[in-house]
Nanobody, 122 residues
Framework: VQLQASGGGLVQAGGSLRLSCAAS????????MNWYRQAPGKQRELVAT???????NYADSVKGRSTISRDNAKNTVYLQMNNLKPEDTAVYFC?????????????????WGQGTQVTVSS
């Protein structure tokens, strides 16, 4: 299963960005879809999660400013980020967990996208 992330860029503080991440390949089902971020010199942190039942969860640092959503027909997850702050600057990674086809069986997978850079200037 492959993930392709897009939508990062350079934005001024207070601006908005919408990240997208599309999954493709031998997908049987996708359970959770997640966004992580990693700032220079820091550990990767979980930003937002959405389950197959569309239950969502957010890191305190982005709660109220970000919305995660998914289009199951397109195997795509989105992260709408508003009122961006310089401390949101990071590489954002998408992650998907689910079941993939493996021959005549299905097996768990956890796949990562390549990362998309978000830079917020003050």
């Amino acid at each position: 299963v492959q993930l392709q992330a897009s939508g990062g860029g350079l934005v001024q503080a207070g601006g908005s960005l919408r990240l997208s991440c599309a999954a493709s390949g031998s997908i049987f089902s996708i359970n959770a879809m997640n966004w992580y971020r990693q700032a220079p010199g820091k550990q990767r942190e979980l930003v937002a999660t959405i389950t197959s039942g569309t239950k969502t969860n957010y890191a305190d640092s982005v709660k109220g400013r970000s919305t995660i959503s998914r289009d199951n027909a397109k195997n795509t997850v989105y992260l709408q980020m508003n009122n961006l702050k310089p401390e949101d600057t990071a590489v954002y990674f998408c992650n998907a967990e689910g079941l993939g086809y493996g021959g005549i069986t299905v097996a768990d997978f956890s796949s990562w996208g390549q990362g998309t850079q978000v830079t917020v200037s003050s």
